[in-house]
């Protein structure tokens, strides 16, 4: 192989045009483009959860000035929970300085070795992870999701991620981590289902990234193409680059199997006890579907 490659794009999504929210509750940006708000989704008692108030997110370097603005402006966006580790934020790091008035706060969730898959590094390093995975990728990332959410650094992190949440009161809460896929599609699992959100609805809203990764999903294999390297390795790229039910089917089941329901998780594993649940609820859902 030659010394030096282009990098490839990051596991990530193609721009969106415009910068209005379609139905599913993405957020249209120039520059991120799974960046969702969760409002209208069905909550705990008939309720629902308000709209920009709680927002999901790939990575936020690409954003351009103007994408900062819509945020800053129409989603009056007050705090950043950044899943990433830290080679992912040094290699991208978010845009702090222009958001002074926002609080970014750094919660890594697992680490670059365990989490692989789903760090943007450059050719060489998508290479060697999809060789890894190519004989069984889902096989890998069936594993690779009950550690995220049994790990103990990663329930450290979810339950800072949750103290995060509740400490917005007012403002939007926006969390990421590099496509916005599996450790933010995670976590907005978990604060779904302390909302109260349903099964049906939970599993819609994480599957709702596969709407947007298909064009940079073929911009991977292209680069990969380029070099002769595709192949075998197409079918791989596909099923990492997917939220897939399987993946987040085999998170909840390790967690019944340990603690015995999700819910009996956020509490015990997280800390977020009746009363922040009740906390939770009463500020971020409505009787007004469309509030």
């Given at each position: ?13 193609a ?21 969702r ?7 705990a ?22 994408d ?18 830290e ?44 060789r ?36 917005t ?106 009363d ?16």
């Amino acid at each position: 192989m030659v010394d030096t490659v282009p990098d490839i794009p990051t596991l990530g999504i193609a721009n969106a045009e415009g910068l209005e929210q379609v139905a599913d509750g993405r957020i249209m940006l120039e520059g991120l483009p799974n960046t969702r708000d969760i409002g209208g989704i069905e909550g705990a008692h008939g309720r629902f959860v308000k709209h920009a108030r709680l927002l999901r997110s790939g990575a936020l370097a690409g954003a351009t000035e103007r994408d900062l603005e819509v945020l800053a402006d129409d989603y009056d966006l007050r705090t950043v929970v950044d899943l990433r580790t830290e080679d992912e934020r040094r290699e991208k790091p978010d845009p702090e300085d222009a958001l002074v008035d926002v609080r970014f706060n750094h919660v890594p969730v697992l680490n670059t070795e365990t989490l692989g898959i789903t760090h943007g590094g450059g050719l060489r390093d998508a290479l060697k992870i999809l060789r890894q995975v190519q004989d069984d990728p889902a096989k890998i990332m069936m594993e690779i999701y009950p550690r995220i959410l049994l790990d103990e650094a990663s329930q450290r992190g979810f339950a800072t991620f949750f103290e995060d949440v509740l400490a917005t009161e007012e403002g939007s809460v926006l969390w990421h981590c590099t496509i916005g896929k599996d450790r933010a599609g995670l976590a907005t699992v978990l604060l779904l289902q302390v909302l109260g959100a349903s099964p049906k609805a939970i599993m819609k809203d994480y599957q709702a990234t596969n709407r947007y990764v298909a064009s940079r999903t073929q911009e991977i294999m292209d680069a990969l193409a380029s070099y002769h390297l595709a192949g075998k390795l197409d079918d791989s790229i596909q099923v990492i680059n997917s939220a897939d039910p399987r993946f987040l089917g085999a998170a909840l089941d390790a967690v019944d199997r340990e603690f015995g329901s999700l819910d009996a998780y956020v509490e015990k594993a997280l800390g977020v006890t009746a009363d922040k649940r009740a906390a939770l609820q009463a500020r971020y859902l409505t009787d007004d579907p469309s509030a």
